[in-house]
């Protein structure tokens, strides 16, 4: 008798969420103003500036005057208004340290010559640090 009324829940239970995934509530569009579509580049770059792997539109590197890191997509002049960046700090980052905190923006140059991304990793004091970091960029549409 319990395992024909479990049996009887788990049915009943699979019937709700069959009702609610065709539900119209559950399957809205999202609104067609910033829409975006798949990500125009992504790279696994090395504390180092080296570009682990990656989509083969974005070059990466290391500038030590700066303490930043700078990337060039091919064909596109980077500006962090145009453009949604997704960044993190990747492997084990810090302990006993602390966080690092991770800041996208563009290079300030407004695409008269450059048009670089450019990320910045700082430890929990503000200090520009290096660590490995993934980064992923999308246009929107």
Do not use: W
């Amino acid at each position: 008798m319990k395992h024909k009324a479990t049996t009887l829940f788990l049915g009943f239970c699979l019937a709700i969420l069959a009702v609610a995934a065709s539900s119209p509530v559950f399957a809205q569009e999202q609104p067609q103003t910033g829409k975006s579509g798949p990500p125009i580049a992504f790279a696994s770059v090395s504390f180092d500036g080296t570009k682990q792997s990656g989509t083969s539109n974005i070059t990466t590197s290391y500038n030590s005057t700066t303490g930043l890191y700078q990337m060039k997509i091919a064909g596109v002049c980077f500006l962090r208004t145009s453009y949604t960046t997704v960044a993190t700090v990747s492997g084990y980052n810090g302990f006993p340290q602390g966080a690092l905190f991770v800041n996208t923006d563009d290079d300030g140059d407004f695409c008269h010559a450059t048009g670089h991304l450019v990320v910045g990793l700082r430890d929990i004091n503000g200090n520009l640090t290096q660590a490995d970091f993934q980064v992923v960029v999308f246009k929107s549409h």
